[in-house]
């Protein structure tokens, strides 16, 4: 007669006094182990009653080979073309994505984290809202769960970031903008979610400074993602009251370039360099539209292509060496400059 069912390994392999790791090697591949520590074990399943759970050794062990990406609104083209070759990555690797947006609500993205922990994937990619994130459970959830961060670091979240460097790619942007007129004033949200755009406004803020010049901030009202209505509603105002300090005008994102553009073609100014034009307008990103709008939008390109690679690289090392790294890496790509007719 067999004794009381035991509920997990740990139970069994203390009443057998057989090691755990030992019955984990052997329940993978019972070859694996010596014939005498087999016979042990297999006498010890005659005695007691355990079967063991596949599908939960197999969970702990990570083999699950699902992959989470959570970005944080799938309406955006910007956020759609970094998710797809993150996602190609991810295939091409053996893995099964799990993609899943978190709406611009902070709530949503500790409710897609959650999920995911319920199936515990192999690793995480995770693009966070950034500013109203919930940087404690983010951490809770990564102490868990191997994640790497792209595009918004949060300093304290996840083993790893990758993402572009704001100082430089601005930098070009301001130096660029300078060199061929009148120096620009940022454009931007006065309280944006995302930290590049924090970031971006310190970059040129400097940028400035280190030429001489003085920054101009166009800090306008605004909260979500509907980037394209705050740029034209406040861009309408700012053009309307007369009200910009320069006659060139860097945004924070070409979302909001994009919603100024607008504006000035609603208002009847011309946007380009030369004669005729009142304006030169650009932005940051080389988002997907960036180069239909009317005229085209000047802007700093972020690698697509370099940051989904490494930040899927990076996640892929940690899973595959079963090891978190002793210290956060952070990895940054510069940008490059796009001229195009908008400035």
Request: hydrophobic fraction near 35%; include cysteine; aromatic fraction near 8%.
């Amino acid at each position: 007669m067999k004794e009381p069912k035991i509920k997990n390994m740990e139970e069994f392999a203390a009443v057998s006094g057989i090691s755990r790791p030992t019955l984990s090697k052997y329940f993978n591949n019972p070859s694996s182990v010596r014939r005498s520590t087999r016979s042990r074990i297999e006498g010890a399943l005659e005695k007691f009653d355990y079967q063991p759970n596949f599908y939960a050794m197999n969970q702990n062990r990570r083999l699950t080979k699902n992959i989470g990406i959570v970005i944080p609104y799938m309406a955006d083209p910007f956020f759609a073309e970094i998710a797809r070759n993150v996602e190609n990555l991810v295939l091409e690797a053996g893995y099964r994505p799990i993609l899943l947006g978190s709406h611009g609500d902070p709530y949503q993205e500790i409710e897609n984290l959650e999920n995911l922990r319920v199936i515990k994937p192999a690793g995480v990619l995770l693009a966070p809202l950034g500013r109203v994130s919930d940087p404690e459970r983010l951490s809770a959830f990564c102490a868990d769960v191997p994640t790497v961060l792209f595009d918004a670091n949060i300093e304290t979240v996840g083993e790893a970031f990758v993402g572009s460097d704001n100082n430089q790619s601005v930098g070009i942007m301001v130096d660029y903008l300078c060199e061929t007129g009148e120096p620009p004033a940022f454009f931007e949200m006065k309280s944006p979610s995302n930290p590049n755009a924090l970031k971006r406004r310190s970059a040129y803020v400097h940028a400035m400074n280190t030429l001489g010049h003085v920054p101009h901030l166009i800090q306008v009202p605004g909260e979500g993602w509907d980037f394209e209505e705050i740029g034209f509603q406040n861009g309408t105002r700012a053009i309307s009251e007369r009200n910009l300090p320069s006659d060139t005008i860097l945004c924070s994102n070409d979302r909001l370039a994009i919603g100024f553009l607008s504006a000035a073609f609603q208002l009847g100014l011309r946007v380009g360099s030369g004669p005729g034009n009142a304006l030169r307008v650009a932005g940051h990103d080389d988002h997907p539209f960036s180069r239909y709008t009317c005229p085209t939008l000047t802007t700093v390109s972020q690698n697509y292509e370099a940051i989904a690679r490494k930040s899927a690289q990076t996640l892929f090392e940690m899973i595959e060496s079963d090891a978190r790294p002793i210290r956060r890496v952070e990895t940054l790509l510069e940008g490059k400059l796009i001229r195009r007719e908008s400035a």
